[in-house]
């Protein structure tokens, strides 16, 4: 079994520094820890945009010290807050997948499950793009992966949420995208980062999931209408699991320790069932 770990939106500061008064560097430390007490560990992380809140040198130089600390592979692409240049120039140091100019879309052939990852970043702009350069660079990509299954990682969320706050900051260009993917039933899911919340939704004959933040959370509103403002809900990341049989299988793994695991112990006198489950 492939076990692959979604980290994102870690927003991390200049060390000593909060986001919106939040300690987003100590959270990203306590999700690299989450990852690192799995058992067994993901065979390898991915990290579905806004590493940083600034996009500044110094805040880059934090995040690749805390994701050197994951002893896997760990393939990252930029978000809205994140800038393109000092993201590249910074984590390529360790991450050498990662492209030296022009958008951060790349593949992952190392595994049963390929990963696709896509750059949507319009710089300076909280929504995304899928331009007609990277609507072309997609589609070459499945063509050379044709039939193998397949996990696209994407920023933006490219589906509609029934959120009004999130839904004016996702992906232009979204039907071209689903296009795309619609062509190519072997996409497993397409997962996102942006929105905050964990969010499933049928896309394009296949299925869209958007992953919390390891930090803050944006309060679910489904008023018409209203803007995002943030909560401090549980953080998690996902784990997708792929096996030959199942396919992908994604679980959400809050950070955190809310006691337990315990052993299910049932009551004597507990009705109809002969054993305990
Ligand atoms: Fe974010
Ligand atoms: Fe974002």
């Known amino acids: ?5 979604q980290l994102s939106d870690f927003h991390v500061r200049r060390p000593g520094q909060t986001a919106y008064g939040i300690d ?13 007490d799995m058992d067994p560990r993901p065979d390898c992380v991915v990290v ?3 590493l ?5 040198d110094e805040e880059y130089e934090y995040v690749l010290a805390g994701l050197r600390r994951l002893p896997m592979p760990v393939y990252v692409i930029p978000g809205n807050h994140d800038l393109r240049g000092p993201f590249v120039k910074i984590l390529s140091r360790n991450f050498r997948y990662l492209p030296r100019a022009g958008y951060v879309n790349y593949c992952v052939e190392d595994y049963p499950l ?3 990852a896509l750059d949507s970043v319009i710089d ?12 072309a660079w997609l589609r070459d990509a499945l063509a050379r992966g044709k039939g193998k299954p397949t996990l696209i990682m994407i920023h933006h969320p490219p589906f509609p949420v029934a959120v009004n706050g999130m839904d004016t900051l996702g992906l232009q260009e979204a039907s071209a995208f689903a296009d795309i993917i619609q062509a190519h039933p072997e996409i497993e899911r397409v997962v996102c980062g942006h929105y905050h919340r964990p969010i499933t939704v049928r896309f394009a004959g296949t299925v ?3 992953v919390p933040s390891v930090a803050h959370q944006v309060a679910l509103d489904l008023r018409p209408g209203t803007s995002n403002r943030f909560i401090m809900e549980p953080p998690s ?3 997708h699991t792929w096996r030959r049989d199942s396919g992908v299988v994604t679980h959400l793994m809050p950070i955190g320790n809310y006691g337990g695991p315990f052993d299910i112990v049932l009551a004597p006198e507990y009705p109809g069932l002969k054993s305990h489950v």
Not at 1 to 5: C, E, R, S, T
Not at 24 to 36: C, D, K, P, S, Y
């Open 1 to 5: 079994m492939l076990i692959v770990a």
């Open 24 to 36: 987003t560097n100590a959270m990203f430390e306590r999700a690299i820890q989450g990852v690192l």
């Open 48 to 50: 579905s945009g806004d």
């Open 52 to 56: 940083t809140d600034c996009g500044l």
């Open 114 to 116: 390929r990963i696709v």
């Open 124 to 135: 300076g702009e909280t929504g995304g793009r899928f331009c007609a350069e990277r609507q």
């Open 208 to 210: 869209g999931f958007a």
């Open 237 to 239: 990341f996902a784990i």
